[in-house]
C-alpha cells in the first residue's frame, strides 16, 4: 500500500520576528516494512535545509532561516510512503519473557538502561502505581506477558478521554489520572511510565497513523484523526520493540507510521525552535493533516 501525507503547521505573529534553526522530526524512519519514496519541505520564510540523524536513529531536517523577518512561519511537508502489511502479534518470544515478571539479560539489558524506570524518576507519577494496581485492576504476575500489556494498554484507553492538544507541551501522568483526559501523547506518557514502574523498557514513539476512512467523516479506529500521533513502544526480547497505542487501546500495526523515537518525549516534539523579537510578541499556530491511500490507475 502507498498512502500520501500533507502536513501544515502554520505559526502566526503579531509582528515581524526573527527564527533560530528549527529542527523537523517530520521524516518516517525506514523499515522492511516501510519505504519512504518522496519527501520535500517547504517554508515561509525560504529556508536552506540539511539532514541530521540524531542519536536514536532518527532522521531530522534542520531548517535555517539566516537572518529573514517574518509574521509568519509555516511548514508545509509533503510524502509519500510505502508500507507492507503486518500482523502485530506476528512474533517469538524468548522463553524466558514469556510471563510477566521477567528479567532483561545482557547484553540487551545494558542497552535498554535509558528506557527504564531505574535511569531515573518521571516527574509527577506519584500515583501511577496505586493507578495500576487499583483501577487498571494489574496483576502482580501473569503468565501471558503479551496479554498482560494489552490489557493494561486497554486500560488507559478505557479510563482516559481522548482531546486534542496542538499546543507544546505533555501532562504529567500524575495530571492525566487526575482529568481523566488526555491527548495521545498524554496517555503514551502514562502508559509509559506504568510499564517502566514495572520492569519493562519502553520509549515515546511519534509519527502518523493512517486511519482508513469507512464513511463521510467516518473512520475505522483513530480517536485522534487530523493530527499527528503519538504511542509507546514496549521491547520485548524475541520480538523487539512492540508498539502500544493507548489512544485506541490497539497495538501498532504497519498502519503506524513513526517519525521519531525517544526515551524522552519532549526531546522529539515534530517541530522544535524559537522566535526573536525586540518586545513582547504573541503567536497562534493551526495544525492541518491528511494522510490518503493512493491508488493506481486503472
Not at 11 to 28: C, I, K, M, T, W
Not at 77 to 94: A, C, K
Not at 127 to 149: C, Y
Not at 285 to 295: F, G, S, Y
Request: proline share 6%; charged share 20%.
Amino acid at each position: 500500500m502507498r498512502v500520501s501525507v500533507k502536513h501544515t503547521t502554520r505559526h502566526q505573529y503579531d509582528g515581524p520576528v526573527n527564527f533560530s534553526e528549527h529542527a523537523l522530526y517530520l521524516r518516517p524512519l525506514d523499515s522492511h516494512l516501510r519505504h519512504v519514496e518522496q519527501f520535500a519541505v517547504e517554508t515561509v520564510p525560504a529556508s536552506t535545509q540539511r539532514w541530521v540523524r540524531d542519536a536514536y536513529g532518527n532522521i531530522v531536517l534542520a531548517c535555517n532561516f539566516g537572518l529573514n523577518e517574518s509574521t509568519v512561519l509555516e511548514f508545509v511537508t509533503r510524502m509519500q510512503v510505502t508500507i507492507t502489511d503486518d500482523n502485530p502479534f506476528d512474533f517469538i518470544l524468548e522463553s524466558y519473557a514469556t510471563g510477566f515478571p521477567f528479567t532483561y539479560q545482557e547484553p540487551e539489558a545494558k542497552a535498554l538502561l535509558p528506557f527504564l524506570g531505574s535511569s531515573g524518576r518521571t516527574p509527577g507519577a506519584l500515583r501511577v502505581m496505586e493507578w495500576v494496581h487499583g483501577s487498571a485492576g494489574a496483576p502482580k504476575q501473569h503468565s501471558d506477558v503479551v496479554q498482560f500489556l494489552a490489557d493494561l494498554n486497554s486500560a488507559v484507553h478505557r479510563e482516559i478521554a481522548y482531546v486534542r492538544r496542538d499546543e507544546e507541551g505533555i501532562q504529567t501522568p500524575d495530571t492525566t489520572l487526575e482529568l481523566k483526559t488526555g491527548s495521545c501523547r498524554d496517555m503514551a506518557v502514562l502508559f509509559i511510565s506504568a510499564v517502566r514502574k514495572l520492569g519493562f523498557a519502553a520509549r515515546f514513539a511519534s509519527g502518523y497513523l493512517f486511519d482508513p476512512p469507512v464513511g463521510e467523516g467516518e473512520h475505522a479506529f483513530n480517536r485522534a484523526v487530523g493530527s499527528m500521533h503519538a504511542w509507546a513502544e514496549v521491547y520485548l526480547p524475541g520480538a523487539g520493540w512492540k508498539g502500544f497505542d493507548s489512544t485506541n487501546g490497539i497495538l501498532a500495526n504497519s498502519y503506524f507510521i513513526p517519525s521519531a523515537v525517544s526515551h524522552d518525549p519532549s526531546s522529539v516534539d515534530p517541530i522544535q525552535g524559537k522566535y526573536f523579537s525586540n518586545k513582547p510578541t504573541s503567536s497562534t499556530m493551526a495544525v492541518d493533516l491528511i494522510i490518503e491511500e493512493i491508488k493506481d490507475a486503472p
